[in-house]
Nanobody, 126 residues
Framework: VQLQASGGGSVQAGESLRLSCVFS????????IGWFRQAPGKEREGVSC????????HYADSVKGRFAISRDNTGNTLYLQLDNLKPEDSATYYC????????????????????WGKGTLVTVSS
C-alpha cells in the first residue's frame, strides 16, 4: 500500500496550489480518502475528505470556499485545490485513507485512519 503525495511548495498569500496523492496497492472501493495537515507545534487537523462510493465531501470550516477536493477518472489519484492561500494554511499536508466513508468524524480524528501517506510541505508567506 502506497499513498504518494506531491504538489506542495512556497507561495505568496492569495496564490494557489494543487496537491496530488496517488494511491496504489489496494482498491479504493469503500473508503473515505482525504487530506490532513500539521503545522509545527500544532495538532494535526483534518482538512477535507471524499467518499469513494458516492463522492460525498466534507471540509474543515477554516478551508470552506477556498479548498476543493476531487478525484481523477481512474479514482486512484486524489487532488486538493488550494486557492486564496493564507499564511495560516502553512503546514505539511498528508493524504490518508479510512475504510468506510468520509465524514466529519474522520476529519475530527474521531475515527482512526487506516493508511497515511508521507507529507508534502506548503508554505504561504504574507
Amino acid at each position: 500500500v502506497q499513498l504518494q503525495a506531491s504538489g506542495g511548495g512556497s507561495v505568496q498569500a492569495g496564490e494557489s496550489l494543487r496537491l496530488s496523492c496517488v494511491f496504489s496497492g489496494f482498491t479504493l472501493d469503500v473508503y473515505g480518502i482525504g487530506w490532513f495537515r500539521q503545522a509545527p507545534g500544532k495538532e494535526r487537523e483534518g482538512v477535507s475528505c471524499i467518499s469513494t462510493t458516492d463522492g460525498e465531501t466534507h471540509y474543515a470550516d477554516s478551508v470552506k470556499g477556498r479548498f476543493a477536493i476531487s478525484r481523477d477518472n481512474t479514482g486512484n489519484t486524489l487532488y486538493l485545490q488550494l486557492d486564496n492561500l493564507k499564511p495560516e494554511d502553512s503546514a505539511t499536508y498528508y493524504c490518508a485513507a479510512k475504510l468506510g466513508f468520509c465524514s466529519p468524524g474522520v476529519l475530527s480524528g474521531r475515527f482512526s485512519i487506516d493508511y497515511w501517506g508521507k507529507g508534502t510541505l506548503v508554505t504561504v508567506s504574507s
